[in-house]
């Protein structure tokens, strides 16, 4: 089972910047997809990003593409999800997944593993 921690969210001003963090422990860490989605109050989960811990492959959602960026810190066991030039529809919890394995889709049912989120508002 692998273990997962957000941190970094926060209230901002549309157009300012955040950085989540998600710490892993557990589960091998060259071979485990990590993902971000976000749930906003009312609607259903929205996968944001994810990276393959074995070769650093990304994707995001058409959404936050040329916004965010994904990336990992092995040393620190760590995950970051930069966000930049934030806008208010981004507004909602940020929860970090996990799945053994290679990344395959950004879909919640695919993830088994999740952290308890950390929340991001965005005032226009």
């Known amino acids: 089972q692998v273990r997962l921690e957000e941190s970094g969210g926060g209230s901002v001003q549309a157009g300012e910047t955040l950085r989540l963090s998600c710490v892993v422990s557990g589960g091998s860490p060259s071979s485990t997809c990590i993902a971000w989605f976000r749930q906003a109050p009312g609607k259903e989960g929205e996968g944001v990003a994810m990276i393959y811990r074995g070769g650093g492959n990304t994707y995001y959602a058409d959404s936050v593409k040329g916004r965010f960026t994904i990336s990992e810190d092995n040393a620190k066991n760590t995950v970051y999800l930069q966000m930049n030039s934030l806008k208010a529809e981004d507004t909602g919890r940020y929860y970090c997944?996990?799945?053994?394995?290679?990344?395959?889709?950004?879909?919640?049912?695919?993830?088994?593993?999740w952290g308890r989120g950390t929340q991001v508002t965005v005032s226009a």
């Open positions: 997944a996990a799945e053994g394995g290679y990344c395959y889709s950004l879909q919640v049912p695919l993830f088994g593993d």
